[in-house]
């Protein structure tokens, strides 16, 4: 390397910069990834552009990521983990009032559907962009969709004894139909009565269930 070359590796008080590690690496990437995607669309993002976004080196970001359809579903997925830890530590935080909880995942999504810059829902946004089943785009959103209905369905267990498959299912649909119409139609639409809709659906199955179970709820 020529000592002009290496001037323009030097930071400003002529140090050298330090390494980024691989984790940081990956981050720089992913971080570009999402604020990419999130303001177009994963399929209108070429691979060349987004290397120049990250200031990292085109050989960099292809070790890190072998392809562009690893590079989506990474994005997911790490974006399914930030989304379920927030969920978590709510649940973990409301362990003894399950139909609080259950209500705090649909507060989360009203949340979500209502700040400014909306535009859907990631998952199901990227997802439908391939029409491969095992892309893994479409592999990161249905363990996303898979893990978010388990902890549903957890929540509704404790709520309906023998009746939260159901209960959880329908919770479900009222989160992807908040998502969608807010996504299309704006917080205003019908998705501002998602809330609403799902704290009577839940009411309602906890009025259905047997004496001790609506004590219990209602402790």
Do not use: W
């Amino acid at each position: 390397m020529t000592a002009a070359a290496l001037s323009l590796h030097l930071t400003e008080d002529g140090s050298a910069p330090a390494r980024r590690s691989r984790a940081e690496r990956q981050e720089i990437v992913l971080d570009t990834a999402e604020r990419l995607f999130s303001a177009r669309s994963s399929r209108s993002v070429g691979m060349d552009e987004l290397v120049r976004e990250t200031g990292l080196g085109k050989m960099t970001v292809y070790r890190l990521f072998k392809s562009k359809d690893d590079l989506v579903g990474a994005y997911l997925s790490r974006k399914a983990a930030t989304v379920l830890a927030y969920i978590d530590a709510d649940l973990a935080r409301l362990q003894d009032d399950p139909r609080a909880a259950l209500m705090s995942v649909v507060d989360a999504v009203e949340k979500d559907v209502t700040r400014t810059g909306f535009r859907g829902c990631p998952f199901t946004n990227v997802s439908s962009e391939y029409d491969d089943p095992q892309h893994p785009a479409r592999s990161a959103a249905a363990d996303y969709k898979f893990e978010l209905h388990s902890r549903l369905e957890g929540l509704a267990d404790q709520l309906v004894p023998g009746h939260g498959e159901d209960l959880a299912a329908q919770v479900h649909l009222i989160i992807d139909g908040m998502y969608l119409s807010g996504g299309l139609l704006g917080p205003d639409g019908p998705a501002s009565h998602g809330r609403q809709l799902a704290e009577r659906l839940i009411d309602a199955a906890i009025v259905g269930a047997p004496a001790a179970v609506r004590e219990r709820a209602s402790a």
